[in-house]
C-alpha cells in the first residue's frame, strides 16, 4: 500500500492515506470556531493535503463539556462556525471529518460515568455518579442530533470518540465501567452505550455519510482493556455498519506506556485488521513521511495518522500528495 493511494471509506473516496487526527488546539473564544482556528486549518490543509483532517473533538451538549476551550457542536448557532472550517478544509482537496464527543468523568460539568469510579490515571478527581438508562438514552440523542449538525456544516463524515478516558470509553474499559444492568459485565455489554450510539447516529446522518469510531481499544493496565478486546470490539463494531476504526489508546491516553516507536499501537491495529474489512486507521508516534510510508507497507493498517507532527509544521508533508509551488 502506497500513502499516495486512494481509499474507500464507506461511499466516500479518500485521496491519500494520510490522516490529520484529531487534536485541541485551544484556539475557539468559548467554544467557538474563530479565525485563528479557521487559518490552523486551512493551513495544513494546503501545507500537506492530507487525505482526511478529523477536526479537534467537539462537545455534544454542555454537561458533556471537556473544558472551557474545547470546541462546540452543541447548539445550532455553531453550524455556520463549523462551516467556515469544512470550507478551508476543503481548500486543500481534503476530506473532513467531525469528532464527536462527551467527556463524562472527565470534563468540566457535572462528572458522571458508567460508574462511581475515577479514572485511574487522572488525578484529583470528584467520584462520578453511575448514569441512569434514561440519561444514557439522552445522550445518544444528542450525538445523533450533533452528527446531524455536522453534516449541515459539510463535513464529509463524523467519528464518535470512545477513547482517551472520556464518556464512551469509560463504558468500554472495565477499570470504569462496574455496571450490573446491561451496559456493564461483559464485553458485548460495555460495548452497547457506543453501538446504539451509532445506530442513532446512522439513523440521524443516514447510509451514505461514513461514521467511524476511534476506538481506545486496550488500556495497557492491569485488569484493563486488552488488545484482543479491541479485535472483539473492532468486529462489533464493523456489524454495527462502521465504516472506519480509528484506533487509539483508552485510559492510557493517546500514549502507550514504554512505547515511542512509529505506530506504537502497530501490534493492535494489525490484528484488528486481519479480522476486519473496513479501514483501519493507525495513529502515534509517526514522524516523518518515510515512517507511515513503512507502516502501510508493512500493512500495520490502512490509513496513517500524524499529530504533533502535524501540529507543529502545517508542511510536514509539503509536496507528497502534489507538486507545489
Ligand atoms: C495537543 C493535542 C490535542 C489532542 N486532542 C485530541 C482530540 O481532540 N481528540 C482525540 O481523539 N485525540 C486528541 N489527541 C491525540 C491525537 O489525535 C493523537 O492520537 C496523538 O497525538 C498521537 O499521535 P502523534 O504521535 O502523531 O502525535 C490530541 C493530542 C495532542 C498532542
Redesign the pocket.
Known amino acids: 500500500m502506497l500513502l499516495e493511494q486512494e481509499i474507500r471509506v464507506g461511499k466516500l473516496t479518500v485521496s491519500n492515506r494520510l490522516v490529520m ?5 485551544n484556539k475557539t473564544n468559548g467554544g467557538r470556531v474563530t479565525d485563528a482556528l479557521v487559518e490552523y486549518y486551512r493551513d495544513r490543509a494546503l501545507g500537506s493535503r492530507p487525505g482526511i483532517i478529523i477536526t ?2 467537539s462537545f455534544i451538549m454542555p454537561s458533556g463539556r471537556a473544558n472551557e476551550r474545547q470546541l462546540s457542536i452543541a447548539s445550532d448557532d455553531m453550524i455556520a462556525g463549523h462551516k467556515r472550517l469544512t470550507d478551508a478544509i476543503r481548500e486543500g482537496g481534503c476530506t473532513a471529518f467531525a ?1 464527536l ?1 462527551h467527556a463524562g468523568s472527565n470534563g468540566v460539568g457535572e462528572p458522571v460515568s458508567a460508574s462511581g469510579v475515577n479514572i485511574p490515571t487522572k488525578k484529583l478527581q470528584k467520584r462520578p455518579r453511575e448514569l441512569t438508562v434514561d440519561e444514557i438514552v439522552s445522550i445518544e440523542d444528542a450525538f445523533a442530533t450533533a452528527a446531524e449538525r455536522a453534516v449541515k456544516a459539510g463535513y464529509d463524515g463524523v467519528e464518535l ?1 470512545c ?2 478516558a472520556y464518556l464512551l470509553n469509560q463504558f468500554y474499559s472495565p477499570l470504569t465501567n462496574k455496571r450490573r444492568d446491561a451496559y456493564g459485565g461483559t464485553l458485548e455489554n460495555r460495548l452497547r452505550f457506543l453501538i446504539e450510539t451509532v445506530a442513532r447516529v446512522r439513523q440521524a446522518i443516514g447510509p451514505d455519510v461514513p461514521l467511524a469510531v ?1 476506538l481506545g481499544g486496550a488500556d495497557y493496565l492491569p485488569r484493563g482493556s486488552k488488545e484482543e478486546d479491541a479485535v472483539k470490539a473492532a468486529v462489533i463494531l464493523e456489524n454495527a455498519d462502521v465504516d472506519l476504526l480509528d484506533i ?1 489508546g483508552g485510559m492510557c ?3 502507550r506506556p514504554g512505547h515511542a516507536e512509529p505506530g506504537f499501537f502497530s501490534s493492535m491495529t494489525e490484528k484488528i485488521k486481519a479480522k476486519t474489512h473496513i479501514p483501519v486507521l493507525l ?4 514522524k516523518t513521511v518515510d515512517e507511515a510510508r513503512k507502516l502501510l507497507e508493512e500493512e500495520k493498517a490502512d490509513l496513517i ?7 507543529k509544521d502545517a508542511n510536514w508533508a509539503v509536496g507528497v500528495f502534489t507538486k507545489q509551488e
Do not use: D, I, K
Not at 21 to 25: D, F, G, L, V
Open positions: 487526527p484529531p487534536m485541541q488546539t479537534e473533538h469528532q464527543n470518540h477513547a482517551h476511534r487509539s491516553f493517546y500514549m495513529t502515534g508516534g509517526v495518522g500524524v499529530g504533533r507532527a502535524l501540529l
